[in-house]
């Protein structure tokens, strides 16, 4: 049972997805999407086929396409629904989806609605993948006895649990080789990944085009809402016919759409300043500084060092709790994380990095991580290490 104590602290906030920091009451983003409630008011109040397809989301959505290297991009207000109700009009139950066994929930609710056969493979693993679609194309689809229409394979570029960065070229040579189509959800990638915060696909160099829909969330790098896919024109139209998402779902509304775009200009460049770059760089730095200063206390940490998403493990769930309450008590606003949310025995604190922490930011939290590791237990790095050396051979 829950005691609310009605006092209130400041914290370190260590849990949010604001990776860029964009999220401030005031600046040029907050400002924009003020000034715009006075020319195009709060919301149109309709979907977007019965008249509140308002000209502003038509310019966010030129502006997302920019900003992915795409030919065209459409918004949906919310990001969990971006997934859900457009992956059934992408793929049918002639379909065939190949899954990563650790994707989010709003891509698993997307794909069994879809009414496609799923195949799970190995978490981030290219070569299962492969494997699991080979083995499919041997024998016919089991629910209709036929040969498959369309081949999906959908992968995330930031896994959220696990601080892994997607292996994005292997995937795209899986999917050239066999004519399959490629969905990467960039929820946690997009801004947090590449030199300029364009995502995994800048991450690693490759082609937007080789990425047939483009995913990702307007809440976490952006600070705002909603979500969009990006990729070719033919795509994106069809879509906008056939989605669920497009035909009965809501439009924007004008202020979330002016601080998307505001977000959006600045780490382009197109504000006329190298902040946005900045941001990035900052983000960058943060985030390998943090990890590797955790590893060094003892601590095992999950995920690639160029991720802003930390999960340091505990793996017993009495344990997370109480590193959970101490950390709050200590002044650090982190997410503990358990059953059912990851497996009962991989319990973790999840630490997201933000391009506005300072160094001594950091540098608090990291003490207290280290008093409260020693008082829970927790660095198992380095009793791995200890125990290691006394080992007499």
């Given at each position: 049972m829950f005691r609310y104590t009605g006092r209130e602290c400041e914290v370190v906030?260590?849990?949010?997805?604001?990776?860029?920091?964009?999220?401030?009451?005031?600046?040029?983003?907050?400002?924009?999407?003020?000034?715009?409630?006075?020319?195009?008011?709060?919301?149109?109040?309709?979907?977007?086929?019965?008249?509140?397809?308002?000209?502003?989301?038509?310019?966010?959505?030129?502006?997302?396409?920019?900003?992915?290297?795409?030919?065209?991009?459409?918004?949906?207000?919310?990001?969990?629904?971006?997934?859900?109700?457009?992956?059934?009009?992408?793929?049918?139950?002639?379909?065939?989806?190949?899954?990563?066994?650790?994707?989010?929930?709003?891509?698993?609710?997307?794909?069994?609605?879809?009414?496609?056969?799923?195949?799970?493979?190995?978490?981030?693993?290219?070569?299962?993948?492969?494997?699991?679609?080979?083995?499919?194309?041997?024998?016919?689809?089991?629910?209709?006895?036929?040969?498959?229409?369309?081949?999906?394979?959908?992968?995330?570029?930031?896994?959220?649990?696990?601080?892994?960065?997607?292996?994005?070229?292997?995937?795209?040579?899986?999917?050239?080789?066999?004519?399959?189509?490629?969905?990467?959800?960039?929820?946690?990638?997009?801004?947090?990944?590449?030199?300029?915060?364009?995502?995994?696909?800048?991450?690693?160099?490759?082609?937007?085009?080789?990425?047939?829909?483009?995913?990702?969330?307007?809440?976490?790098?952006?600070?705002?809402?909603?979500?969009?896919?990006?990729?070719?024109?033919?795509?994106?139209?069809?879509?906008?016919?056939?989605?669920?998402?497009?035909?009965?779902?809501?439009?924007?509304?004008?202020?979330?759409?002016?601080?998307?775009?505001?977000?959006?200009?600045?780490?382009?460049?197109?504000?006329?300043?190298?902040?946005?770059?900045?941001?990035?760089?900052?983000?960058?730095?943060?985030?390998?500084?943090?990890?590797?200063?955790?590893?060094?206390?003892?601590?095992?940490?999950?995920?690639?060092?160029?991720?802003?998403?930390?999960?340091?493990?505990?793996?017993?769930?009495?344990?997370?709790?109480?590193?959970?309450?101490?950390?709050?008590?200590?002044?650090?606003?982190?997410?503990?994380?358990?059953?059912?949310?990851?497996?009962?025995?991989?319990?973790?604190?999840?630490?997201?990095?933000?391009?506005?922490?300072?160094?001594?930011?950091?540098?608090?939290?990291?003490?207290?991580?280290?008093?409260?590791?020693?008082?829970?237990?927790?660095?198992?790095?380095?009793a791995n290490l200890d125990l290691f050396r006394k080992i007499d051979y």
């Amino acid at each position: 049972m829950f005691r609310y104590t009605g006092r209130e602290c400041e914290v370190v906030n260590m849990g949010s997805y604001n990776y860029l920091g964009f999220s401030h009451n005031d600046g040029p983003c907050a400002k924009a999407a003020a000034q715009i409630i006075d020319r195009d008011g709060l919301h149109a109040s309709a979907t977007r086929s019965e008249g509140s397809m308002l000209k502003v989301q038509g310019e966010l959505e030129k502006c997302v396409a920019r900003y992915l290297g795409v030919e065209e991009a459409i918004c949906f207000p919310m990001g969990f629904g971006t997934n859900s109700m457009n992956i059934p009009a992408l793929v049918d139950k002639n379909s065939l989806i190949l899954s990563d066994k650790l994707n989010h929930s709003s891509l698993v609710i997307g794909c069994r609605l879809s009414g496609a056969q799923i195949k799970v493979f190995k978490h981030n693993s290219a070569k299962d993948c492969e494997n699991k679609l080979r083995d499919s194309l041997c024998q016919p689809n089991p629910k209709t006895g036929e040969k498959y229409n369309k081949i999906l394979i959908v992968i995330e570029g930031i896994y959220s649990m696990e601080g892994t960065i997607v292996d994005l070229p292997s995937f795209i040579e899986v999917k050239k080789k066999y004519g399959a189509y490629l969905f990467l959800d960039e929820a946690h990638s997009v801004g947090a990944l590449g030199p300029t915060g364009k995502g995994v696909v800048e991450y690693w160099g490759s082609n937007p085009r080789d990425v047939d829909f483009m995913m990702g969330t307007l809440t976490k790098s952006f600070a705002a809402a909603g979500g969009y896919i990006g990729g070719a024109k033919r795509v994106i139209d069809h879509l906008r016919v056939k989605s669920a998402g497009s035909c009965y779902g809501s439009a924007m509304s004008p202020p979330i759409i002016a601080q998307v775009m505001s977000s959006m200009k600045i780490m382009l460049g197109e504000d006329g300043t190298d902040i946005g770059r900045k941001k990035a760089d900052n983000l960058l730095r943060n985030s390998r500084y943090f990890r590797s200063k955790l590893k060094a206390l003892g601590f095992m940490v999950y995920g690639h060092d160029d991720s802003p998403v930390v999960p340091l493990m505990t793996f017993y769930t009495s344990k997370v709790v109480c590193f959970g309450r101490e950390t709050l008590r200590c002044g650090v606003g982190a997410v503990q994380v358990g059953y059912p949310a990851t497996p009962f025995t991989k319990a973790r604190i999840r630490f997201c990095i933000s391009a506005d922490h300072t160094k001594e930011q950091l540098d608090f939290v990291l003490r207290q991580c280290d008093h409260i590791g020693d008082a829970t237990a927790t660095k198992y790095a380095k009793a791995n290490l200890d125990l290691f050396r006394k080992i007499d051979y």
